[in-house]
């Protein structure tokens, strides 16, 4: 198993860009979620799924989309990028929601917008 | 409102000495607790979790973590450190009925003295 898997590692974005953070899973997991890591504020959640076809938002959601069409994949979007998006991007996933399982996170998205 | 504090922005150590890593949590629910430790440049890692039971709980490289309910807190603790230790590392809680979603802290960068 592959685990969580991020795409990119790395990008760069001017101000109102739009974008796409790829994240896919292969352990058959219903729940999803990002996060966003800025320095000195610890993981905060944008958004989460539960199962295919159903999201809902976290703390931080404002100025971020997400789908979910199938168990494996949770892309987040950037409509219009922000400097204040500039941020490191996690995905973690875990058998089922509500449940007491192991999250286990992707290996991050180092985003800088300009 | 739900919190996680871990009143260590940074600690040192010398190797070899023994580590303790604080943390205490402000949740109405039942709490699950969790430790993460993040290497540089990498997602995070359970260290180890906490859910009902054996108040001290056994985790991965020799950490350990005891619950305090009275004193809301779930430091982690290790009797030796390892240069291998320096990292960052955050806990977290979660509830049952919380879809799953984590509150993290904002972390403790361990550093460890040769």
């Known amino acids: 198993n592959a685990g969580v898997t991020q795409t990119p590692k790395f990008q760069v974005l001017k101000t109102g860009q739009s974008m796409t953070l790829q994240c896919a899973q292969d352990m058959n997991h219903e729940y999803m979620s990002w996060y966003r890591q800025d320095p000195g504020m610890g993981l905060r959640l944008i958004h989460y799924s539960v199962g295919a076809g159903i999201t809902d938002q976290g703390e931080v959601p404002n100025g971020y989309n997400v789908s979910r069409s199938t168990t494996e994949d949770f892309p987040l979007r950037l409509l219009s990028a922000a400097p204040s998006q500039t941020s490191v991007y996690f995905c973690?996933?875990?058998?089922?929601?509500?449940?007491?399982?192991?999250?286990?996170f992707g290996p991050g998205t180092r985003l800088t917008v300009l | 409102a739900q919190s996680v504090t871990q009143p260590d922005i940074h600690i040192t150590v010398s190797e070899g000495a023994s580590l303790e890593l604080r943390c205490n949590y402000s949740y109405g629910a039942t709490p699950y607790l969790f430790w993460y430790v993040q290497s540089p440049g990498q997602g995070l890692q359970l260290l180890l979790k906490?859910?009902?039971?054996?108040?001290l709980v056994q985790g991965i490289k020799g950490f350990e973590a005891e619950f305090k309910r009275s004193q809301s807190s779930f430091n982690l603790r290790k009797p030796s450190v390892h240069w291998s230790d320096a990292a960052e590392y955050f806990c977290a809680v979660g509830a049952k009925g919380s879809q799953g979603n984590l509150i993290f802290g904002k972390g403790t960068k361990l550093s460890v003295k040769p």
């Open positions: 906490y859910f009902s039971g054996d108040t």
């Open positions: 973690a996933s875990k058998r089922w929601a509500g449940g007491t399982d192991t999250q286990y």
